[in-house]
């Protein structure tokens, strides 16, 4: 087992797990605390609309998917807070119209899609040392947000309307939110894949809601658990000779429902 740790590849896996770990513990405490897993759902599987873009462009998908991922976030954005359009209704059409453009222009782009399935279901074993660059700036990049406006993001997630009265720009912020969720899912489109991103972002923090009630608690723990998935998924699935990205959620999931069935023992009747 030692023996795999020597791989330069393995490493590099290693440390995109704790990369992404930290993006998804973070944003995704305030997916979780907001209660926007539908809308974060249809922001990432928009997002196979931006890969299926890059292969048609000719340019790297995941750049494509960065791009079309923060146009839809923004746009489902502007169209729930200013057309009062229903959450639920537009999330059904991004993510249905995300997946359909992806098939047609993977469908339209001159010859093969390569690595197609890596994004759809993960392969954090490829991924290149200039990418795990490109994610320690994002991680930089949301943190860096987070931490300058903890207390607006604090205030828009818990109690909207106690904001407007305090007269913070409640829709900027929720529209900025919602790029760093674009954002996140981007990252974690290397880690499991498109199919899989939604339960990676939200069960950390799902579980270390039941822990603790203090946000920034919160987002430790979530932190702390994808690192432990993410990590835990690699090295199994390298010794199971099985799908990483399959793992790590298997895991995640795993442990959730052990927390959730302890929880139901433990509460009285």
Request: charged share 10%.
């Amino acid at each position: 087992m030692i023996e795999i740790f020597a791989y330069e590849f393995f490493r590099n896996a290693l440390l995109v797990g704790l990369l992404a770990s930290v993006a998804c513990g973070v944003i995704g405490t305030y997916v979780v605390v907001k209660r926007m897993v539908a809308l974060a759902g249809g922001v990432s599987h928009a997002a196979f609309g931006g890969i299926g873009l890059g292969y048609f462009l000719g340019i790297e998908p995941l750049l494509g998917a960065g791009v079309f991922t923060v146009g839809a976030a923004l746009g489902i954005g502007e169209l729930s807070l200013r057309r009062h359009q229903h959450l639920d209704t537009l999330v059904g059409a991004l993510w249905s119209a995300g997946m359909a453009l992806g098939i047609l222009f993977v469908y339209l782009a001159p010859g093969t899609a390569p690595d197609l399935f890596g994004y759809l279901f993960g392969n954090i074993l490829l991924v290149p040392t200039d990418e795990v660059l490109i994610m320690a700036l994002l991680d930089l990049l949301i943190l860096g947000t987070v931490f300058l406006l903890y207390h607006e993001f604090f205030a828009v997630t818990f109690d909207e309307e106690y904001a407007r009265v305090m007269n913070l720009p409640v829709e900027r912020i929720y529209l900025l939110l919602l790029v760093l969720i674009a954002l996140t899912v981007v990252m974690l489109i290397q880690v499991v894949g498109i199919i899989l991103v939604i339960a990676l972002l939200t069960l950390p923090a799902a579980i270390a809601r039941e822990v603790t009630a203090r946000l920034w608690k919160m987002m430790a723990l979530a932190v702390l658990l994808g690192a432990v998935f993410t990590s835990g998924g690699i090295v199994l699935s390298s010794l199971l000779d099985v799908p990483s990205g399959a793992t790590v959620i298997l895991i995640s999931v795993a442990v959730y429902g052990m927390v959730m069935a302890g929880k139901a023992l433990t509460s009285p009747s």
